[in-house]
């Protein structure tokens, strides 16, 4: 447990794991404090859906990265996000560690939706799996890129188990090559450049994902409801 005690230095993972965690609270008081939650309350907290005749707003893209089933999904997530999170944000800093989390976790979320659109495929997805994974993907590709051979070979066997586990129990893992892949490039990027971006363009980085996540609550929110 000692990745707990070092949380406070990792302020944007700390603040996505509250907002994660709150999320969670809100729809299990929403829904009349149950645990897990039915199609229309995931619906209704953004979930990505498609081909159910119900209207998914490529906001949802954003939204389905917070949202989370069950108490064993948010648990899990909390727990791998509270590691890998953490890992990106010392090595190369909170707004790629913020913005990564957003762009990577939307990444996965839109190209499942192609894919399952274009098979026709009836469809409702939630979870931070797809953000998690395009972490991961950031941490290899910049530890490989810098050297750290057995970081990223770390990284690339987390990978390649929640692949397989996604393949074995039914995951989305369209949305899971998606952001494992988008993670990839950003870390690669940012291997490329200084060490730690200039603290402004960082913190313009936090307030940009932070912005972007806020607002698609509200637009779900807004225009999409119980059905």
């Known amino acids: 447990m000692k990745w707990l005690r070092h949380l406070p230095e990792v302020p ?5 794991i509250v907002t994660n965690l ?26 990505n859906i498609v081909g159910t005749g119900q209207d998914a707003s490529h906001w949802r893209w954003v939204t389905a990265a917070f949202v989370h089933r ?3 999904h948010i648990a899990m997530t909390l727990w791998v996000l509270a590691q890998i999170g953490a890992s990106v944000e010392r090595t190369i800093g909170s707004g790629v560690a913020g913005a990564g989390y957003v762009l990577t976790g939307t990444v996965g979320n839109a190209l ?16 931070a799996s797809g953000a998690l994974m395009g972490l991961i993907g950031i941490a290899a590709a910049f530890a490989w890129r810098t050297g750290q051979k057995g970081i990223a070979r770390t990284g690339a066997i987390s990978a390649a188990i929640v692949l397989v586990l996604g393949y074995v129990i039914d ?20 291997a490329r ?3 730690r971006l200039p603290r402004g363009l960082d913190a313009a980085l936090v307030a940009g994902s932070a912005a972007v996540s806020i607002a698609a609550f509200v637009l779900v929110r807004a225009y999409h409801g119980y059905h």
């Open 193 to 195: 450049g200084p060490r």
């Open 171 to 190: 995951l989305d893992n369209v949305a899971h090559v998606g952001g494992v892949v988008s993670g990839a490039l950003i870390g690669l990027a940012c």
């Open 70 to 72: 069950h108490p064993i």
């Open 22 to 47: 709150a999320i969670y609270v809100w729809m299990m008081r929403v829904s009349g404090m149950k645990a897990g939650f039915d199609y229309a309350t995931m619906t209704y907290f953004g979930a």
């Open 112 to 127: 499942s939706s192609a894919i399952n659109a274009s098979r026709h495929n009836s469809m409702q997805s939630a979870g």
């Open 12 to 16: 944007v993972t700390s603040a996505l």
